[in-house]
């Protein structure tokens, strides 16, 4: 399966700032989502991000809070804008092949904390 | 919109003791995936379910399909401490496309 890494893994942020993080795959991936998890909760789906397109967003998430880019099939950023406490949780960038069925493969997550 | 519940929450087995943990969507189901997450960690596949009652083993793992294809269960025989996580069910709708909805999780702990 694909090698995702993103980055940072951590970070702790000022309030009212915003922060970039970035997921790069070992090959190319026609999928790529962003999740947000609550320590100890399910994770929640922000985002597709679609390859020279906006990215498609679920309820509850929009583009001014979440901007998402995706330039090519192997590399995708997700920023977390002007942040509050509330932003405060872990970040986590999959992908999948395209077709019903193919599992997701997640990256590490980025685990952020504002103050 | 479409929503993955999961039971129990929680649930702590002393070690051998088999665990269960069960499934249930508000809207029918194409498939159905489960995942599990070691604590610090990130979700890992497990298993994909397509068919209405299917049933797949994994050693001592049984996932199972209901057959309205709207709930699933994940039953562990006789766990280890390597068990230990939280095991999400993870549905995708029928409307095509592929997004999945994530269940709520349980979380599950083995002592010795």
């Known amino acids: 399966s694909a090698v995702i890494s993103q980055k940072p893994s951590r970070d702790i942020c000022q309030r009212g700032t915003s922060l970039t993080i970035q997921c790069q795959v070992d090959?190319?991936?026609?999928?790529m989502f962003w999740y947000r998890q609550q320590p100890g909760q399910s994770l929640t789906l922000i985002a597709t991000?679609?390859?020279?397109?906006?990215?498609?967003?679920e309820s509850g998430f929009v583009i001014d809070k979440f901007p998402i880019s995706r330039p090519n099939l192997t590399f995708s950023t997700l920023t977390v804008s002007n942040m509050s406490p509330e932003d405060s949780s872990i970040y986590l960038c999959?992908?999948?092949?395209?077709?019903?069925?193919?599992?997701?493969?997640f990256g590490d997550g980025t685990r952020l904390s504002i103050l | 919109g479409q929503q993955v519940m999961q039971i129990p929450q929680y649930q702590h087995v002393q070690e051998g003791e088999d665990f269960t943990t069960y499934c249930n969507s508000s809207?029918?189901?194409?498939?159905i995936q489960w995942y599990k997450q070691r604590p610090g960690g990130h979700p890992v596949f497990l298993i994909q379910?397509?068919?209405?009652?299917e049933v797949k083993k994994q050693k001592r793992l049984t996932f199972q399909f209901g057959e309205a294809k709207k709930n699933s269960s994940l039953h562990i025989t006789a766990t280890q401490t390597t068990d230990v996580g939280t095991y999400f069910c993870?549905?995708?709708?029928?409307?095509?496309?592929?997004?999945?909805?994530f269940g709520t999780g349980t979380q599950l702990k083995v002592e010795l």
């Open positions: 993870a549905g995708r709708g029928t409307g095509g496309g592929n997004k999945l909805t």
């Open positions: 090959s190319q991936v026609t999928m």
């Open positions: 809207t029918t189901l194409s498939n």
């Open positions: 379910l397509v068919k209405s009652g």
């Open positions: 991000a679609n390859q020279g397109s906006e990215a498609t967003y």
């Open positions: 999959s992908v999948a092949e395209q077709g019903a069925g193919q599992p997701q493969h």
